[in-house]
């Protein structure tokens, strides 16, 4: 059973804070924050958008932070930015 994403949360991982955007169904921004890097804080995240996809990029905490997410019910997609051209051609990243 396929479960509709209503939102798509990306994350960008750092040691003490995650800098978390969320897109609706129409892929706009909808809010922008961080939260710290505790179990806490990402299960409020998860619990105030339950259908969410989440991505995230290829880190430390990138292992623990997906197998978390998906056993609360997420679809995690983990991408690795070097293989990502448009990333890894980006003279800001």
């Not at 978390?20 to 409020?44: H, K, M, P, T, Y």
């Not at 619990?47 to 880190?59: C, F, K, W």
């Not at 991408?79 to 890894?88: E, G, Q, V």
């Amino acid at each position: 059973m396929n479960t509709p994403h209503l939102h798509t949360i990306g994350i960008d991982l750092g040691d003490r804070n995650h800098h978390i955007c969320v897109l609706d169904e129409s892929g706009d921004v909808i809010r922008e924050f961080s939260i710290r890097n505790e179990r806490e804080a990402l299960a409020l995240l998860s619990s105030q958008y339950p259908t969410a996809l989440i991505a995230m990029e290829v880190g430390a905490h990138s292992p623990w932070l997906s197998r978390y997410l998906e056993g609360r019910g997420h679809r995690v997609i983990v991408a690795n930015a070097r293989k990502l051209r448009l990333i890894s051609q980006n003279e800001r990243k």
